[in-house]
């Protein structure tokens, strides 16, 4: 779409054509609740604006001062750093998500050719690498060759944080002016801390974040990284599982996805496959007793049934607990083994064939898609671009489609989940049958 | 995202921290030239607005009337066709794109099991079917079970349109009350003809679009359905071409992508694989002789080069022609062929060994990746939301990762091409690294 | 290659030069143990017989009636059956396996496209659909259209054997010649009690088995269908594991796959994959302290290691036990379990990340590849050939390339299983490196 | 299979039980033909034999020395070399094949790991590497990580023979005592030469092929490495020629494959993708009048058709011509654009699509899948033994299941070809259906 097409579109030009007016009852509210319940109807008067640069909005004379706005990614004219004195670091932290390998190559790549720095280094182990002394990988260009067709991270990854004093010694001792962070929640904070440090000291470097999180649910972006391959795996773990139930008599698939706070794989994987039943996710609770209840109504007219749940589904069915992980995230239970314990009982004499499939490693260690490998290689761009322009305390990510920069504040202070009244769990509902509340 | 958070949000949320004033002038310049040859800069004032939702503005007391937007897409309260006397028909036209299938079984399933619809006529061989008085196919969920799985369209498609007048004569002869159009620019004309024979008339059908084309050059679209697979596969065609030309003495892959006058799958296809050294796409102009010059140069320099280059590029090099094939599009120049036989002349007594790729039907004939799968199924949940509301000649599609209604004429008034001052066009020089003008 | 070829080639055509005399002692020894305790090593006078059909041996003048010989399989020029006259039944037994669909596919349209039969009957629910009056379903050349491109069965299955007597009944009343058997083991030996019913009634039932088992473990079979597509599924999990034991530090990944008694796909798994440290099978006992101490040193020493165990493997390390399940197996205890346990209590506070995977359902539902694609033909028509020639109470296989008929009661007398002191074990301990004892 | 239970299974094992005696006349006589034609048939005494070792027939006092066999493959337990003194070398030749890598990886880590050899280097481009004095690669574990994931060969690939003076003249300038030759006919004629000349000069050089070549048309070996790679992606062909031709009025789809003088990819892929209509392969001539009215036939019975030619396929229809490529190969004439053209001017005005398929490129270029990298693994490490025990002037090959060695000589002195009255070609017409005669 170029500018001149946003500059004169008209309002005219966006009417829609109708039979007459709507007089019947939609049978969607026994699936979907009322109105009050949801924002999923839309009304007369909805509509979605055209226009997302504030720019635009101004040259057609509205005033959108008030409205707030992001900072947008991309190149500027004038840098702060010089580039032929740049040294660069990369480090990435916590769990395993697809495309690590393609931001690395996409840094290295884009720092080397588009702006011809020369020297950048890879921590290992996370944050490890910078606080224990050991030797950073050299990237060049061969070295990052075909990268992108493993998994994994060739720079190795660690959880939890360091003390950024000695992170910062590091990076001064090895005259690094720019360190991208490729990490989540906790290790932004860690990132954070680092920059914090460094300005403390007056030392001129910039720390830039690529946020990372299987789950997609960093807020204010439109998706994270490895997302869409993440999802292509989960989509063929219901596959499997789907063939099993659908091969047996009373078959029950079972799929445990990721997602501890939110179910957006869950639920994007089960409108992939249209062959889930029931998708549970940790942003609407249910009861376990209604949902086995419901189970076993569709296993009985289907003849098999496909359940999906995130990970952090239904961990108000166990006790309190405080335990954490390295990372310091919480310790959840093991909704998926209750599940199939309960299912067993539930069904009791009845024969009954439950095939649980857990495939965290498999999604976790896949290479990128040609989705993922494209946004990979922009959000890399983006990065480079903002460190060069001396921008710090801050990550990369796309808003409605476009870059922007987010202080990293905002990138961890919240987290996204799934809107229980949004369009994404209303499409879910809509696609597995399921009742809107099994509370 | 949560409504509440879209309203509390401020700008002071989204500052960025910059470590000091910007002084250096970027590198970039030689590749993307000057800022008034293009947008791709970023000035200090550019931002980009949070909000999309007319409503949410409005709530923050901005008056954005003054704004275009658009009818979104979802659920009504009050439908406009009383749905247990519903007869929907399905109908796909023109080439194949991955996807058909997925939509098909959408529309039947949520036909069937959201609103209770029963039956659900799959015409036949396109617009033919209309016409021809052949037998519609009778789309039960279990004629749709497993579809998705194929590439193609179980229900067969032709090119061209039909007289209108007996396709509504069909329509009414069958009960039809909802006709849905897959397809791509010329069907969707042919879909708004119908629709105002039918208005004419008096009949009460509803005509509901789902725009198809694996070029992603609708406008006032996102993207296509299809295109993600298109581009993964044609990724693969790429990685074939980089394989062959790494693997031989002054190897050159030559691939020829889909995209008769606009450059996204060339272009997305050069950012996913990060290995091409020149893109050739029709929005972009180039002499044909400098191009070989540079070619040349990259392979002395590299041992080895992969040129991508859009079916619809350089066809100024041809003489004019005013052929058309059956869907009334202009027939192309073969530039694929062209290209192969001017680098064989250039080299002339170098040695050389050309790696030509045509991969097209292979991309159009697979079957949907999982990121299409769930937008084939969100397209024709708000298609069927559409066309069970009453409305009727418009499109469904998505805009900034809301779905929303178009009128057909506004989805086909135009095409949507690469801006070759945008983001995307500077995204494939930063990764090519070939000259910003090849003329 | 042709007959003729094999006629006329000579032992002079096969001699091989040699540089001279060997006596330098192969380092392999430690590797592979002394000649005594294998058969690895070739000897001089060692060779490898060109001719396996014993037609062709007579020509050449040598009589080989004295050796063992199959009954080949292919088409005769006599039929037992008049061909229109022939209703055929067709039972998938068992846990799923890549290609069932394949072979009923197989088997309809040869059955139908070659000799002309038209009747083909599928049970559903393994040998319970010929016990439980089900109607079974019609199997035309529509109803298995595209089948090979799911996995699992359309047909159903279910384990465990029903009365012969009832099973003989339904064949007669629904006027069943030929029956189709494709399972395992058991499922064999219920075919062999179908077989012996009719018989012993005078019924001309033609009974003929098409062995299945991902195992791979059917003895006087070169390799069983789905092995094959098990195989790479299970390298990708072993990719998997790689990846995640290679991006952590002191990383383990250990893959449980199939193989109840024989660790044939443990072991061409890991031939395929090369990233395999350690490879436990069931006919190789190891002690777990010696396994644990070399795995620690592997660690040690490559930061990382991958392990791979047949769920078979290392039963000896529980108690006895004699549950089975419904088909008649012993249950096996959890040994991936176990060796996770020990791993960490091994490692003790030595960080440590072990990356469990178990793949197994997985593995079972995809559909075929290519190559089990043409067995899974080969086998179908080599089995329709013998089964309208009227051959009964036999299997189809194929041996050292050729296809031919075994009775079912050497394809279940015993097992198949990886030979301790043979090539294949060889090659893995060549691979893995791994101690030739560990215990 | 153990050594034990070859030595006591006896003929009264292998007896099958047949229901009567065969009175009716086969309807595959018109697709097959008469016994006089053809070796399909399977007559009452034909036998396939248990044995394929000598030592195992001579324990069982079976005199088979009369019958020529193979060298086979495997350890010694004496080596000629000296493994701490050893330099290898490794050189890839001609087209690219599936495997190259997997086949490099194999050798040097079996080199490194099993024999202790640390030093491997790698020729460039083929032959010219052993000529052009460049530089070769040195090939450590580390340089060969994860090569096995790219296509090609890391080597690159030349074709052409070189003086084999000047390579021996390389060979012993640097040392090296066994070179692996990975390479097709003319190549492995290359490597006779190369060892000729060192005999010739009393250098102890041995040269150790393994042969490579995707058409699968070496003899006396069962399969040749790549083979079921290129047979997956050639399916996947089909697969897109079968939607296209399927989804269109009248449509054809026609797909050229590789096969120069032998149809086994094309036979291979009809049976895996069991949607093929006609399989015109070189070693079956044809008449293409009579092809195209059978192809017109099954168009108007089926509605659309799909078409397999083997690139040698149909050269009798072109004036003959002695052009050869740089690999000293015969040019083929183009039989694909032939048809093509043939077809569309033969449907004259009757409606018609035809889309054809030609994917060389992509099928030469792909990964390994694990079968092939099974494959690689074993041939490799059997081209290890045979080269540290001295043998030369051969090549490894699989025989039967069993790795064996073959004298260069009778590995190109012959084409193995496609029977046309065996097993594989009978295979072919019961699936396709096509006329066994077309000329």
Redesign the interface.
Known sequence: ???A?LLT???D?????????????????E??GE?QET????TE???????????I?KK?????A??????????????????TEVTAGIVTCGG?CPGLNNVI??LV??LG????VRKVLGFR?GF?GLADGSEPLQLTEQAVA?I??????IL???RGNQDPSIGVDTLVRLGVNILFVIGGDGSLRGAQKL?DEARRRGE?I?VVGIPKTIDNDI??I?RSFGF?TA??Q????I???H??A????NGVGLVKLMGRHSGFIAC??T????DVDFTLIPEVPFDIDVFLSCLKKRVEHQGHAVVVVAEGAGQEHFPASDQTDASGNARLNDIGGLLKKRIVDWFGDTPLSV?Y???G??I???PA???D??YC??LA?AATHAG???????VVGQ?????????IS?ATG?R??V?PY??LW??VL??T?QPKKMS
Chains 1, 2, 3, 4 share one sequence.
């Open positions: 779409m170029n500018t097409d579109i008209t309002s030009d966006l009417a829609i054509t109708r039979l007459g007016d709507r007089t019947v009852d939609t049978p969607l509210k699936l979907l109105r924002m999923h109807y839309v008067t909805d509509r979605v604006l055209l226009d997302v640069v504030q720019g909005a057609r004379g509205v005033d959108v008030g409205l707030p706005a992001f900072n947008p990614g991309g190149p500027r004219e004038k840098l702060f750093f010089e580039p395993l190559r996409g790549l884009h050719r588009a702006y011809g182990n490890k075909d992108q067709n493993r998994g994994g991270t190795g990854t660690s920059a001129r910039a807020p204010w439109d869409q999802l292509s989960a989509a063929e773990s596959r499997a599982a063939v099993e659908f091969s047996t008599e994007h994987a409108l992939a496959s249209h095939r499939v857990d495939p490693y498999e976790r260690s896949v898609n040609a989705y490998a494209v290689t922009r761009q060069m322009a001396g921008f710090t305390s801050m808003w409605h489609g476009r870059m922007v920069h987010l202080p905002l919240s996204n989940v809107d949004g369009q209303m499409n809509e696609t049958g």
